[in-house]
Structures are given as structure tokens and as C-alpha cells.
């Protein structure tokens, strides 16, 4: 399933829990530097695109260009693997948290290096993907998810970028994967998980039985005594990065 259609199909409420964290926002537009055209690859609803920047964006997906909000920037539908872009249109180009969909993310990083100077993606290493509870717990199939996929060090090589550490906040306002990490309640919630693409990509029954097992544990007590180290933190590093190039 290409990444237009999977959002055509799971997108349809994904603004209501994916919101700008201001945290990683300020992490974001500071790694653009001085930047004042920008680009947004896989712009989804407009999160995250900087206010004070003449901001171009690029969505594939019709359903998600449809919630994008009054006064967002002009969007136009293509992919990152084929931006219709002359070579260094752009001071930057940036993407947040859409990389693990495209459908060949080294060509899509290359296409974005091609059209701007600068480039800043949040994306993941997925080295250990055992670092969040979730997965390690509750969710193996994740695992079967990077198959195939390339590395961080192979992103990263494919346009010359060193990786940030980008640190979670325990009330981080964007409801991605990794968000609730210290609220495991949200994830037992429909509406917040819709708002990520993990599960749709995983199956129904994958995700029914992590819910359940998690709700069984969250009342049992045993989830807060595997996890009692993460009570007084108020960020996480759960392997979030910025490349920056």
C-alpha cells in the first residue's frame, strides 16, 4: 500500500490527535537555520510547518490535503520520490515523521537534497526497537515493519546528514507512536490510535491483542512495576532523531 493510500484510508480524523509539540518544534525550525523558502515532503495536515517562513508543501494523499486548516500553506499533491521541483528551489527542505512510508525513502531523501540546500527529517533509528515498551511488550510485529527498510546510518549516507537526538516530552501534544509513552492509558483509546499509522499497518488482531494484554496489565498493576523507571522522567529518548544535512 503506497503511502497515499494508506492515508486516504486511516486519515480521515488524523488532525484531531496530531498536533505541533512546541518542544520538537523549536528543535525542527532551529535545524532549518536561516532558511526562508521552505519545503514540507509528506506534509500531512501542516504540522510543524514553520509560521515565519514562505512554506510550500507536498502531500500525496487527497484525504489528509483535505484537513489541512484555513491559511496553511499551498499544498500540491506528489510524492517525495518525484518532487516537481527545479534543482535548489528551496533554502530547505523538511518532513516530519513520513519517511517510513515512502515507498523508497533513499530516492525520496536524494529528491529532497536535489531541490533545497539544507534538509532536516525527524525520523527514527529503529535499531533496537525493543527501546519502547510497546513494541517490546505488547507489540513484536513491529519488528516485521523494518524488514527490508533502510537504516538510520543508510539515511543518513544518502545526503551527508549527522543525527540530533530528539528528546519526547511525557505531555507531548502530537499523539505519534511514541507519544504516550509515560500515559499508557491513551494507547487503550480508538480515537488515539487512529491517529497512527502503526496499527493499520500491523493488522486488527495485532492490535487487539496488545490492547487487551496492555489493559490487563495496566489493572493488574504489572505494567507500572516493568516500568516504574520511566515515572520521574520528563522527556524520553526513545530513539527519535533529527537529520540534518
Not at 19 to 26: D, H, K, L, S, V
Not at 86 to 112: C, N, V
Not at 131 to 139: A, G, I, M, S, V
Request: glycine content about 6%.
Amino acid at each position: 500500500m503506497s503511502s497515499a493510500q494508506l492515508y486516504d484510508t486511516i486519515g480521515a480524523t488524523y488532525s484531531v490527535t496530531r498536533r505541533t509539540e512546541p518542544q520538537i518544534a523549536a528543535q525542527v525550525w532551529a535545524a532549518l537555520g536561516d532558511a526562508r523558502t521552505v519545503l514540507n515532503v509528506g506534509a500531512g495536515t501542516g504540522s510543524y510547518e514553520p509560521p515565519d517562513r514562505d512554506v510550500t508543501a507536498v502531500e500525496p494523499s487527497a484525504v489528509m490535503r483535505a484537513q489541512r486548516p484555513a491559511g496553511a500553506a499551498p499544498c500540491v499533491a506528489a510524492t517525495a520520490e518525484s518532487l516537481p521541483f527545479e534543482d535548489q528551489s528551496f533554502d530547505a527542505a523538511m518532513a516530519f515523521a513520513t519517511i517510513d512510508h515512502w515507498q523508497d525513502p533513499l530516492a525520496g531523501l536524494r529528491e529532497m537534497r536535489r531541490v533545497a540546500r539544507r534538509v532536516v527529517v525527524f525520523t527514527k533509528d529503529f535499531s533496537d526497537p525493543d527501546l519502547f515498551w510497546l513494541n517490546r511488550d505488547y507489540l513484536p510485529e513491529f519488528a516485521d515493519l523494518l524488514i527490508g527498510r533502510p537504516s538510520l546510518t543508510d539515511l543518513a549516507r544518502a545526503i551527508g546528514a549527522r543525527a540530533e537526538p530528539v528528546l519526547i516530552p511525557c505531555d507531548c501534544a502530537d499523539g505519534f507512536y511514541e507519544a504516550y509513552w509515560r500515559r499508557p492509558a491513551a494507547y487503550l483509546d480508538e480515537h488515539v490510535r487512529r491517529g497512527m499509522s502503526i496499527w493499520a499497518r500491523v493488522g486488527r488482531d495485532a492490535e487487539q491483542r496488545a490492547v487487551r494484554r496492555l489493559g490487563d496489565d495496566l489493572a493488574s498493576g504489572r505494567w507500572a512495576e516493568r516500568n516504574c523507571d520511566l515515572v520521574d522522567l520528563d522527556a524520553a529518548e526513545l530513539g527519535e532523531r533529527l537529520l540534518i544535512a
